[in-house]
């Protein structure tokens, strides 16, 4: 069974630098030209092992994976949106490093959120440290009352008073519900930013077997 923690709709792979590797140095500026692909990063949980998962936008046929157990990801120097991940074929056991790149720097902070909330989760030393939650009893014991008290409403005088008062809240009432369908409209469009449709063309998918060693 598979639990999804991260999704992201786009993401760049770089073939990282021979150099580079042997240095443990990242830069991200001198993978320009290593370019190998182009598609979705998910982040998934499976049993007790966490993957990061490259995968084509549109069939979803894997690419490269990298277990967290194994290998977390390292951040280049020169930018907060890419990181190095050390990938594994699951049945060669054969490996490789590819640079990765976000296209938003939230992204990018969504993802490294996603992996230290699964390592927390998976690692049982920490599981004996969680707080226990107090319960507490709000039940109203024998003889107790409730009184409200609502800032601005006083008490009506007279009919004609208690109306002046129905139709005010009515009022205040239907500008709540115009100021809420105003601020969900605003969240649907910041939330259509963080995935922008694109119609960049995607590059040639190549054999991953070449990056493996």
């Given at each position: 069974m598979q639990r999804i923690l991260f999704a992201c709709r786009e993401v760049h792979v770089?073939?990282?630098p021979q150099q580079q590797l042997v240095q443990k140095r990242f830069l991200c500026q001198e993978w320009e030209g290593e370019h190998v692909f182009t598609g979705r990063c998910r982040v998934v949980e499976e049993s007790t092992r966490v993957w990061i998962?490259?995968?084509?936008?549109?069939?979803?046929?894997?690419?490269?994976?990298?277990?967290?157990?194994e290998s977390e990801p390292q951040h280049a120097v020169d930018s907060s949106r890419y990181f190095v991940l050390l990938v594994k074929d699951r049945d060669t056991q054969r490996k490789a490093w590819l640079g990765i790149g976000f296209e938003q720097r939230g992204e990018a902070f969504d993802f490294i959120a996603a992996l230290n909330d699964a390592k927390r989760q998976n690692d049982p030393t920490t599981q004996g440290d969680q707080p226990k939650p107090v319960s507490k009893d709000f039940s109203l014991k024998q003889g107790q009352k409730l009184k409200l008290s609502i800032p601005g409403m006083k008490k009506a005088q007279s009919t004609s008073r208690q109306g002046s008062n129905d139709n005010g809240i009515e009022s205040l009432l239907q500008d709540s519900q115009v100021t809420t369908t105003h601020k969900e409209h605003h969240v649907e469009e910041d939330t259509s930013a963080v995935f922008p449709t694109t119609n960049k063309a995607q590059s040639s998918q190549p054999c991953l077997d070449d990056l493996l060693f």
């Open positions: 770089y073939r990282v998962r490259l995968e084509d936008r549109v069939s979803g046929e894997l690419f490269a994976e990298s277990p967290l157990d």
